[in-house]
C-alpha cells in the first residue's frame, strides 16, 4: 500500500461518529462494511478476507457504473478516429478517472429505466461511444446503489464526488481495445494497422501521478515515458504514418488517404504540421464546433512540441552516447583503453557523420559494429607486462642481457579475463576489473578471494557448462538424435533437454558449496526436475521444467554421481540397444583419462537392433574379443560397459534386454577383480583407479584454465593440485585456488622468445 494513498483511505473509512451519520451513498455502505468486519485478534482470518473481498467488489462495481463516458467531437468530412479528434477524447477519460457522471444516478420516484438495445460493433471510423453507453445504461440499470432518494440528490451527489476522488475507476490505463471503453470484444496494444498500434502506448495515469506516487517516483515514471519515446520514436512514427495514410481526409480524399510528400521538408517540420493544422482548422469552423476546433489547435501543437523536445534531447544527449562508446569499446575489449584507441573510435565516428552523411544513429551502430569485429573484442588476447606501458599502467618488463625472459607476467587486465573465462565464461565483472585497475588483482590473496566470489556466483554455470560439457562430451546433447522415438517415446525434446541440465545442475552444487570432487563419481544423491524424475521412477516433482529439486539417496533408484546419469547412457547407446563398448569407453577415456587407440578399420559393426540379437550382446561382444587385434583394447574397457547393462539405450533401469533376456551386469575389471552392476564399478575406481580420475581432472581443468595444451612443464602444477586435493577433502575450491595461483596461470611465454631460444 503506498504510504501517500493508505492516509486518504483511512480518513474515508474511519470518520468520527459525528461526521459518519452525516454520511450517505456509497461511502456510508463501505463505512458500514467496515465498521461490520471481526475485530483484530477474533482468529477470523478467512472471514475478514472475504469480508475485505466484498468490500472491493463493492468499490469496483460502483466505480465501473458510474465512470465519466465520451465521444470524439464531431466533424462533418471527418472520420471520429481521425487522430485530433480522438486524442480530445482519451484526454477526457485521463482527465476525469475521479470524477463521476451525475446522469448514472437517478431518482427514487423515476420510473424504472428500461434497457436499452444493444447496438453491433461499429465499422471501420465509427465511433464506439455509442455502443459503450448503451451497455454502460444496461449495466446501471439494474444496479439499486445508483437510487437516490427524493430531494436528497445534491447530498448524494456529494458523496458520490468524494467516493469517486478516493476511489478512481482506473489508477491507470495499460492497453485499450478497438472499441475503447468497450473492451469486451477485444483488448490490447493492437500493432496490426492505422492509429490501433499506439493506442496501447497512450499515456493515461493521472490518479496514479496524483494518489499513489511521490515525487520520486513520478519523476521516474516520467522519465520512463520520456526514454520509452526517445528511444522508440513512437510519436515521430505515428506522425509520419498519420501523414501518408490519414490525413487525406481534409481535403475530402476519405479517411483512408494521406498526403502528398512535400518537396523540400521533412515531413515532421513544423510549417507542414502547422499547414496540416490550419486545414482542419477550417474544416472543424465549417461544422461550427469550437471543441473540435480547440482539439484541433492541441493536437497539432502537442505533435510539434513533443517533436522539437525529443530532437534537443538527442542532440544533447550525443556527447553522452560518445563517452557510452568509449565505454563500450572498453568493456568489449576487457581493459581500459590507450589514448589512441579512444581517438580512432571518435575519428571514425565523426567520419561517418561528416563523409559519409549518416544520421547520429546510424554513426554510432556503424561503430558498434566495428568495435564487435575488431580482434581485441573476437579474440581474447593475454598480454603481458610489457604492454602495460601502452596504457599508463606502469612500465614495461625489460629484458634480460642475455635477451628477452622465456616467460613474463600477465597484465592485470589480461589476468582478469583469464580468471573471468575460466569460471564463468565471460567477461570480467566491474569489481574484477577494479581490482585489476586498483594493481593488486596478482596478489595471491586478492587472487583467491575473487575466485571464491566468483564460483559462488551464478555465472559459474559457464564453469559446468563448458568445462564439464567438453570434458565429459554431453555439451552437444541437445542435438542428440539417434533414439528411435517410435521404440521410446517417452524420448522427446523435454526429457532430452532435462538429460542435458542433470550434470550442469549437480556440478553447479559442487562449485557453489565447495564439495568434494569425488561426489562427481560416488555422490548418493542427483538433480531432477519432473519429466526426468518420472523417467528415472522417482517421486513425483511438482512444478514446471524449470523445477529442479536434489533427490537424497539416489543409489535406491539406481541413480548418484555422474556416471547412472541417463545423458552418459543415452549418448552412448547406438539408439536401438545399448552398447558396453561405447559406455566402457566413456569411463575409461573422460573419467579415468585412458588414451586408447582407435580401432581397426576392418572391425565389423555390431547389429543395430537389440531385440534381433540372436544372443546376448555381452556373448557377442566375447565373440569379438577373441580378435588378438581388437582384445588387448576391450579388454580395458569393456568390462566397465557390462556393468551398465542395468540401464537401457535411454538410460531407464532394466531386468531384461530388449530380446526379453535377464540382463546380466557381471564384469571382470582389469586387474582380474569381479563384481556385478555400478556399485561394484564404484567399488572397485575407488579401489584402484580413483588416483586416475583426480589425476585426469587435475589435468583437464588445468588445460582448460589456460586455453593449451598441457606441456611437460606442467607437471609439477599437476602434482601440487592432487597434493592439496587430499590433503582438503578433495575440495573444488582448493583445485580451483591451486591452479590459478600457480605460474602457469599467472604467467605467459613472451612472444620475443623464438623456438631457437627456447
Known amino acids: 500500500m503506498s504510504a501517500k494513498y493508505l492516509p486518504v483511505i483511512s480518513q474515508l473509512l474511519e470518520e468520527s461518529p459525528e461526521a459518519a451519520k452525516q454520511e450517505v451513498g456509497p461511502i456510508a455502505k463501505l463505512q458500514a462494511m467496515w465498521c461490520a468486519l471481526p475485530a483484530p485478534g477474533a482468529h477470523q482470518p478467512d472471514l475478514v478476507r472475504s469480508k475485505c473481498v466484498e468490500m472491493r467488489d463493492f468499490v469496483v462495481r460502483i466505480r465501473k457504473h458510474t465512470a465519466m463516458e465520451f465521444a470524439a467531437p464531431v466533424v462533418k468530412g471527418l472520420s471520429a478516429y481521425s487522430q485530433p479528434l480522438i486524442n480530445w477524447k482519451y484526454r477526457q477519460f485521463n482527465s476525469h478517472r475521479r470524477d463521476f457522471d451525475r446522469a448514472a444516478l437517478r431518482m427514487a420516484s423515476d420510473p424504472p429505466p428500461v434497457a436499452p438495445e444493444i447496438p453491433k460493433y461499429p465499422g471501420l471510423g465509427q465511433e464506439s461511444a455509442v455502443r459503450a453507453a448503451a451497455l454502460m445504461l444496461k449495466a446501471r440499470a439494474g444496479d439499486p446503489d445508483l437510487v437516490v432518494p427524493d430531494g436528497e440528490r445534491a447530498r448524494y451527489e456529494a458523496s458520490f464526488a468524494r467516493f469517486s476522488s478516493v476511489f478512481p475507476d482506473a489508477f491507470y490505463i495499460r492497453e ?102 490550419d486545414a482542419y482548422v477550417a474544416k472543424a469552423e465549417a461544422s461550427d464546433n469550437p471543441v473540435a476546433v480547440e482539439a484541433i489547435r492541441y493536437h497539432f501543437q502537442w505533435v510539434n512540441d513533443t517533436l522539437r523536445r525529443l530532437e534537443r534531447m538527442r542532440v544533447e544527449a550525443e556527447p553522452r552516447h560518445l563517452e557510452a562508446l568509449v565505454g563500450f569499446a572498453g568493456r568489449a575489449f576487457r581493459r581500459p583503453l590507450a589514448q589512441a584507441e579512444r581517438d580512432e573510435i571518435l575519428a571514425y565516428y565523426r567520419s561517418l557523420r561528416s563523409d559519409s552523411g549518416l544520421t547520429h544513429e546510424e554513426a554510432m551502430r556503424d561503430s558498434i559494429v566495428r568495435v564487435l569485429m575488431s580482434p581485441k573484442f573476437s579474440y581474447r588476447i593475454d598480454l603481458v607486462n610489457a604492454a602495460k606501458s601502452e596504457f599508463g599502467l606502469g612500465q614495461a618488463t625489460p629484458a634480460t642481457s642475455s635477451g628477452p625472459a622465456p616467460v613474463q607476467p600477465l597484465s592485470a587486465y589480461a589476468l582478469a579475463s583469464r580468471l573471468s573465462y575460466f569460471l564463468w565464461s565471460s567477461m570480467p565483472d566491474e569489481e574484477l576489473l577494479a581490482r585489476a585497475g586498483a594493481g593488486d588483482l596478482q596478489k595471491p590473496d586478492v587472487l583467491i578471494a575473487q575466485a571464491r566470489r566468483m564460483l559462488k556466483d551464478d555465472r559459474a554455470r559457464g564453469l559446468a557448462l563448458d568445462f564439464a560439457g ?289
Open 176 to 277: 485499450r481495445g478497438r472499441f475503447f471503453p468497450d473492451d469486451s470484444e477485444d483488448k490490447g496494444r493492437l500493432l496490426s494497422a492505422g492509429y490501433h498500434n499506439v493506442m496501447g502506448y497512450w499515456r493515461d495515469d493521472t490518479p496514479l501521478i496524483e494518489l499513489i506516487l511521490d515525487d520520486k517516483g513520478k519523476k521516474a515514471l516520467d522519465r520512463l515515458w520520456d526514454e520509452f519515446d526517445f528511444i522508440a520514436d513512437h510519436t515521430a512514427r505515428t506522425w509520419v504514418q498519420y501523414f501518408f495514410n490519414q490525413s487525406g481526409e481534409v481535403a475530402g480524399k476519405g479517411r483512408e488517404s494521406g498526403s502528398a510528400r512535400p518537396s523540400d521538408k521533412e515531413v515532421s517540420a513544423p510549417p507542414i504540421i502547422f499547414g496540416l493544422r
Open 470 to 758: 567438453n570434458w565429459l562430451d554431453f555439451r552437444r546433447f541437445e542435438e542428440h538424435n539417434a533414439v528411435d522415438r517410435e521404440r521410446f517415446p517417452s524420448f522427446n525434446n523435454e526429457l532430452r533437454q532435462a538429460m542435458f541440465l542433470e550434470p550442469v545442475r549437480f556440478i553447479e552444487d559442487v562449485i557453489h558449496n565447495d564439495r568434494s570432487v569425488l561426489d562427481l563419481l560416488y555422490a548418493n544423491h542427483t538433480f531432477v526436475n519432473p519429466v526426468l524424475a518420472k523417467h528415472y521412477g522417482m517421486p513425483a516433482v511438482m512444478g514446471d521444467a524449470d523445477t529442479w529439486v536434489r533427490v537424497e539417496n539416489a543409489s535406491q533408484y539406481g541413480r548418484g554421481g555422474l556416471p547412472t546419469m541417463a545423458v552418459f547412457l543415452t549418448q552412448n547407446a547406438p539408439g536401438l540397444r545399448t552398447s558396453p563398448v561405447k559406455r566402457g569407453y566413456w569411463v575409461a577415456r573422460r573419467l579415468l583419462g585412458e588414451t586408447i587407440p582407435p580401432p581397426p578399420a576392418s572391425v565389423p559393426e555390431l547389429p543395430a537392433d537389440e531385440a534381433k540379437l540372436d544372443m546376448p550382446l555381452r556373448d557377442m561382444l566375447a565373440k569379438h574379443r577373441e580378435n588378438p587385434s581388437c582384445a588387448s583394447c576391450h579388454a580395458r574397457f569393456d568390462s566397465f560397459g557390462l556393468a551398465f547393462e542395468g540401464y537401457g539405450p535411454i538410460g531407464e533401469r532394466r531386468d531384461k534386454d530388449l530380446a526379453g533376456r535377464p540382463v546380466d551386469t557381471r564384469a571382470v575389471f582389469p586387474g582380474g577383480s569381479q563384481g556385478a552392476g555400478f556399485e561394484d564399478l564404484q567399488a572397485y575406481i575407488r579401489a584402484h583407479r580413483q588416483k586416475d580420475f583426480l589425476d585426469n581432472l587435475s589435468r583437464k581443468l588445468l588445460a582448460y584454465a589456460l586455453g593449451r595444451s598441457l606441456l611437460l612443464s606442467d607437471e609439477p602444477a599437476i602434482e601440487r593440485m592432487q597434493t592439496r586435493l587430499a590433503a582438503s577433502a578433495y575440495r573444488f575450491t582448493l583445485l580451483v585456488e591451486e591452479i590459478v595461483t600457480s605460474p602457469q596461470f599467472l604467467n605467459k611465454r613472451s612472444p620475443d622468445f623464438s623456438s631457437t631460444e627456447r
